[in-house]
């Protein structure tokens, strides 16, 4: 008899540590993933700066060509010599041509928008792992029976990605229920 | 529905019943074949004699199972490691997830073959490794190949690639030697001298041929369907999206090219069957039904609606 009784309460200690572990494990992987939304933001200030001016500096000096370019053409074709205007083009188109076969603007923009895309994805999967997280937590804490373990050791409810109650993000407007239209 | 703990543990308990019923197998053939080739040679073999050798070598394929099963997969599959700069899609997205998931990046490898496909494999999410086809990178868009990333990493989470794997190699070998056995009986020359060896693999292919249904049964063990439908499931909770998942499914059940690489050892890795209607012959035919336990895309997808 007695050893049944032994069985029942080693098992239930196993059991209510294995859910204390859960408690106090989830809480330190929130934390982590806290930091990692952190993480994941500084990555995205850095970048971005970075990757904007270089593209910048891309563009511009690909657009000076074609600026000159088409000065050049206007010339000829209001009748004027365009000779000085396309001496002084050439040899930087010269140096365009051998760096570059082949004027590159377009990848270097779609780059761009790829790596924008994929730095917002970034930060929006760290926030989805921290609303995951706490999501699994608060679910565990207030359903039986691993409620009790959360009352018995005053588990806190976890806040996760802290949004406002209330709001115009709470509710769709009329606007808001159409595609919205791209103008470029 | 079980939740992922209970799926967990029950993968990891059906990995080493896998490997606990290889090492028995293996065994149990030697002793049968080396008091059958005694007795037909005529002299004693002595008891259990080859079966102490089977057991040391079984297990040293068992190890090599374990720790190696990620790499003989992608070796037999011809896959090549992905980088950043050529695989941009691939590798950001797969990086996404992994952050989104809480697991860390898998290793990110690629099949040359035009048929889109992709499967995960490794023996723990430490130690993942996820493949797809350039054929799947090129047709699919960053939102369908989310959906397809994210089923895989939720294999890998999931524990199916350690099962999944270590099936793929062991009874894989099996299946395949199997196999083979029973084919070079069927076209062996009937020349005096092949005549012993002949006798010799009829036994050895009768005893694989009798021993198949319970090959399959294990193969099933480790696809079963519902398995897919989880990763499904896993792969919306992800993304949040069941519309790329949905559209890649769609794509590739419409492309009608099988992928050469795939072979039945591996076919029950991929994300969708990778043979397409091509039928085999005799005795191949019938296994590659056998082992042909993909859902039908039209359940997944339907699956996938009600998600949504």
Known sequence: MIIYVIIVLVVLVVWVISIYNFFVSSQTRIKASIQEIGNQLKRQSDLIPNLESSVKGYLSHEKGILQMLSDARKLISIGKDASAKIAELLPKLQVVVESNPELKGNTVVTNLMDELRDTADKVMYARRLLIDLTADFNVKRVTFPSSIIAGMFKFEEMKGLETSDTGVHLSVSELETKSPKINL | MKNIYEVRNANKIKSSIV???????????????????????????????????????????????????????????????????????????????????????????????????????????????????????????????????????????????????????????????????????????????????????????????????????????????????????????????????????????????????ANKATAHLYIASPFKGKRGQGSVGWFSNLFNTHPPVEERIKALYDMG
């Open chain 2, 19 to 261: 490997v606990v019923g290889f090492v028995i197998f293996v065994a149990l053939t030697v002793y049968v074949l080396s008091q059958a080739l005694g007795y037909y040679w005529g002299y004693d073999v002595g008891g259990l004699g080859f079966v102490g050798f089977a057991l040391i070598i079984s297990g040293l394929i068992s190890y090599g199972s374990y720790y190696f099963s990620d790499q003989i997969v992608l070796t037999i599959s011809g896959a090549k490691k992905a980088n950043r700069k050529e695989y941009f899609d691939f590798y950001t997205v797969a990086e996404n997830l992994a952050i989104g998931s809480g697991l860390p990046k898998p290793k990110l490898y690629v099949i040359d073959d035009s048929a889109p496909n992709a499967f995960a494999t490794g023996r723990d999410p430490k130690h993942a490794v996820i493949c797809a086809t350039t054929g799947l990178l090129d047709k699919l868009t960053r939102t369908e190949l989310e959906g397809v990333i994210a089923h895989e990493l939720s294999h890998v989470r999931n524990y199916d690639t350690r099962l999944q794997s270590l099936v793929a190699v062991m009874v894989g070998l099996i299946a395949l030697l199997g196999d083979w056995l029973l084919r070079m009986r069927m076209f062996g020359d009937r020349d005096r001298d092949r005549e012993n060896m002949g006798a010799i693999i009829l036994v050895l292919g009768i005893i694989f041929a009798i021993l198949s249904p319970i090959i399959a049964q294990l193969i099933q063990l480790a696809i079963s369907r519902r398995r897919e439908f989880m990763a499904d499931a896993g792969s919306v909770s992800l993304t949040k999206q069941p519309g790329g998942l949905i559209s890649a499914l769609e794509k590739i059940s419409k492309d009608t090219e099988p992928l050469e690489v």
